[in-house]
């Protein structure tokens, strides 16, 4: 081995030595590691999903319709493909019928996808015995 080739790797093995006393001295001294510890950033909450957010607007407003008539003209038809509830449309009372169109309506104009396909129908709804029917 050459000498200088002796030199350098006795200034490595104290470099190494030195770098490596270092770290334990600093942990003795101060009780914890020789860095700074920094908090993460802030979660940021995902955005609402405003299809689900309809969907539940929809399908609360249909479980909670009445669904009673006096008349054949207390009723009328509502749209279908908004969530599992409304199925493929149905029959429940005018008033309920006029606030589940405005939802579908804000549904289908944020670009939410009709959540089920159905065959066209005939909406004829009928008044039979006090409550809404088809």
Same mark, same amino acid.
């Given at each position: 081995?050459?000498?200088?080739?002796?030199?350098?790797?006795?200034?490595? !093995?104290?470099?190494?030595?030195?770098g490596?006393?270092?770290p334990?001295d600093d942990v003795?001294?101060? @009780?914890?590691?020789p860095?700074? &510890?920094?908090a993460a /950033? /802030?979660? $940021? /909450?995902?955005?609402a999903?405003?299809?689900a !957010?309809?969907?539940?607007?929809f &399908?609360?407003?249909?479980?909670?319709?009445?669904?009673? =008539?006096? +008349?054949?003209?207390?009723? +009328?038809?509502y749209?279908?493909?908004?969530?599992?509830?409304s199925?493929?449309?149905g029959? &429940?009372d005018?008033?309920? $019928?006029? &606030?589940?169109?405005e939802?579908? @309506?804000?549904?289908l104009? +944020?670009?939410?996808?009709?959540?089920?396909?159905?065959?066209?129908?005939? =909406?004829d /709804?009928?008044?039979?015995? @006090?409550r809404c029917s088809?």
């Open positions: 081995m050459k000498p200088a080739d002796s030199r350098f790797l006795v200034a490595l !093995a104290l470099l190494a030595l030195a490596c006393s270092r334990a003795r001294k101060t @009780g914890g590691p860095f700074e &510890t920094i /950033p /802030p979660t $940021v /909450p995902a955005p999903d405003p299809c !957010a309809f969907i539940g607007e &399908t609360k407003t249909l479980e909670s319709a009445p669904g009673t =008539c006096a +008349a054949n003209s207390g009723c +009328a038809c749209p279908g493909g908004v969530g599992e509830a199925g493929c449309g029959v &429940t005018a008033a309920t $019928v006029k &606030t589940l169109d939802i579908a @309506g804000k549904y104009a +944020a670009g939410c996808n009709r959540t089920v396909d159905c065959a066209p129908w005939m =909406c /709804p009928k008044c039979v015995g @006090g088809r």
